[in-house]
T-cell receptor, first 113, second 116 residues
Framework: KNQVEQSPQSLIILEGKNCTLQ??????????LRWYKQDTGRGPVSLTI?????NTKSNGRYTATLDADTKQSSLHITASQLSDSASYIC????????????FGAGTRLFVKA | SAVISQKPSRDICQRGTSLTIQCQVD?????MFWYRQQPGQSLTLIAT?????????ESGFVIDKFPISRPNLTFSTLTVSNMSPEDSSIYLC?????????????FGPGTRLTVL
């Protein structure tokens, strides 16, 4: 069964610190892997998208990495800000055509002053 | 990119009633998607809506409960019928822009539904 698992489930960090969120998946083969940020009460917003052949993708203070051999991805947030408090969702699209994207449960990040 | 708006943004409804959620996209798209996000959970695809044809529903979702309209390439509605408290969720409209492996999925702001 195709799955996407994220860890930790939640995380509390101090403003200015760095953090890394993990995503393990069993989807294979896959077309692309995306990280989304979802603020409370809002829809998810795309942060990064990586195809199966890419290893890293950056978007400002957000850097995503992908290891297709171990089926792992990480999202690194540098110099966290209070506005980074949100849920971060890992999403994998199987390479089977259609739009059967598989969503992780998300990591809830709290950035404290 | 795509800008998606939804109406209403939130609603509180009584058991047994129905609510229709509207989704408007600022560009023409072939497929629109409706998701449900229950409290503390990730997103679950309800159905895929193509313009001019019946929506395709995922396992566990049926047309009688979640009828969908797709009258044109920029608009869709999702109705939650005969609601019960278990239907309390955020309902999200989504579109996919781009081609192949680099397509990007955009989401609306969501409709937060509470059923009493």
């Amino acid at each position: 069964k195709n799955q996407v698992e994220q860890s930790p489930q939640s995380l509390i960090i101090l403003e200015g610190k760095n953090c890394t969120l993990q995503c393990n998946y069993t989807v294979s083969p896959f077309s692309n892997l995306r990280w989304y940020k979802q603020d409370t009460g809002r829809g998810p917003v795309s942060l990064t998208i990586m195809t199966f052949s890419e290893n890293t993708k950056s978007n400002g203070r957000y850097t995503a990495t992908l290891d297709a051999d171990t089926k792992q991805s990480s999202l690194h947030i540098t110099a966290s800000q209070l506005s980074d408090s949100a849920s971060y969702i890992c999403v994998v699209s199987p390479n089977t055509g259609g739009f059967k994207t598989i969503f992780g449960a998300g990591t809830r990040l709290f950035v404290k002053a | 990119s795509a800008v998606i708006s939804q109406k209403p943004s939130r609603d509180i409804c009584q058991r047994g009633t129905s609510l229709t959620i509207q989704c408007q996209v600022d560009s023409q798209v072939t497929m629109m998607f409706w998701y449900r996000q229950q409290p503390g959970q990730s997103l679950t695809l309800i159905a895929t809506a193509n313009q001019g044809s019946e929506a395709t529903y995922e396992s566990g979702f049926v047309i009688d409960k979640f009828p969908i309209s797709r009258p044109n390439l920029t608009f869709s509605t999702l109705t939650v019928s005969n609601m019960s408290p278990e239907d309390s969720s955020i309902y999200l409209c989504s579109v996919s822009i781009g081609r192949g492996v680099a397509d990007t999925q955009y989401f609306g702001p969501g409709t937060r539904l509470t059923v009493l």
